[in-house]
């Protein structure tokens, strides 16, 4: 899919996608674009589309480059869905002077909230970086979201966990205690590798500003980079104290389980050490010798079975007393 957008004023508006017209915008988004669309982008701009072999190296060097006129930025960026779970995927931007192209093949939700809200307000969009900044700023926005969404969830996990009543079949809801620990560990660390991506990217932008075909970021670019260094900054401060807080409930959870385990086992231990006197009482009336007095005897029988009463009501009570059950 191809999208183009050019810059009226200071508001963001879609434009044709004829091959002319490209030459024209101000950025151009490629989501998981076909052969034909590469081509059209790259015959417009004069720049080379990379492949998604290309956006999946992890190599500093092929992530941050700089081809010609073009710089090759790639970062990997959150989409999250309500009907499945968050995913993270690479975006790489290929930014020159007068225009942005992004290239990607998921769907940021970040993506669309900047066109909307750019077309809505007045921003800054005369060049390529100033339409990459605003894009960075909505992503790392739209970040500082999920991790607040996030951590309301983890505070209301850690109530469940650590909930003083102890409600009969409150065990069978450990299992699903764990999936939502392990979904909150899963996106923290997506959101922190996102994060960490974000200030490398943002920290190349700084080192610009030197050579012919350097880019040439003003005073007032210099001001929002500071300012998105320092959000991701504090961000990547927030996943880590998220990431601490999610092994905590991991380990919190652990030893409940442990807990109730305890308690099982020491129900069974109780039953079986009640029990223990009257299977010997019975073990002993059930021998088969001749001379046994008690088996002659009228009440030989109620008596013993009062004395296997008697020796299980004995510990039964003695746990008690020791505040043991």
Excluded: C
């Amino acid at each position: 899919m191809l999208k183009a957008y050019r810059s009226r004023g200071t508001r963001l508006e879609p434009m044709d996608q004829g091959a002319g017209s490209l030459a024209e915008a101000l950025w151009i988004d490629l989501q998981a674009p076909d052969r034909a669309e590469e081509e059209r982008v790259e015959a417009a701009l004069g720049i080379g589309i990379p492949t998604r072999e290309d956006m999946q190296e992890i190599e500093v060097s092929s992530r941050y480059y700089r081809d010609g006129r073009a710089h090759y930025l790639t970062v990997q960026v959150l989409a999250s869905h309500r009907e499945r779970e968050t995913e993270i995927g690479p975006v790489t931007f290929v930014l020159l002077p007068e225009r942005l192209v992004s290239v990607h093949d998921h769907r940021p939700g970040s993506f669309a909230y900047f066109e909307d809200w750019a077309a809505r307000h007045d921003t800054r969009l005369g060049s390529g970086v100033e339409a990459l900044l605003g894009l960075l700023e909505t992503v790392v926005d739209r970040l500082a979201d999920i991790l607040e969404a996030e951590a309301r969830r983890l505070d209301s996990l850690g109530k469940a966990i650590f909930a003083a009543h102890r409600p009969a079949g409150r065990s069978e809801t450990l299992g699903v205690v764990l999936q939502r620990i392990g979904r909150a560990e899963d996106l923290n660390g997506k959101a922190s590798e996102s994060l960490s991506s974000l200030h490398r990217l943002v920290g190349y932008l700084g080192m610009q500003g030197e050579g012919a075909d350097a880019l040439i970021l003003s005073e007032a670019d210099h001001k929002t980079a500071r300012t998105l260094t320092e959000d991701i900054r504090s961000l990547r401060e927030v996943a880590t104290t998220q990431a601490e807080k999610v092994r905590f409930l991991l380990d919190a959870t652990l030893g409940v389980i442990n807990i109730r385990q305890s308690d099982i086992i020491k129900i069974f231990s109780v039953v079986a050490f009640v029990f223990l006197p009257p299977t010997l009482i019975a073990s002993v009336y059930g021998m088969n010798f001749e001379v046994m007095p008690e088996l002659r005897w009228r009440w030989g029988y109620p008596m013993a079975l009062g004395l296997m009463v008697v020796s299980a009501l004995v510990p039964w009570a003695i746990f008690r007393w020791k505040k043991w059950l």
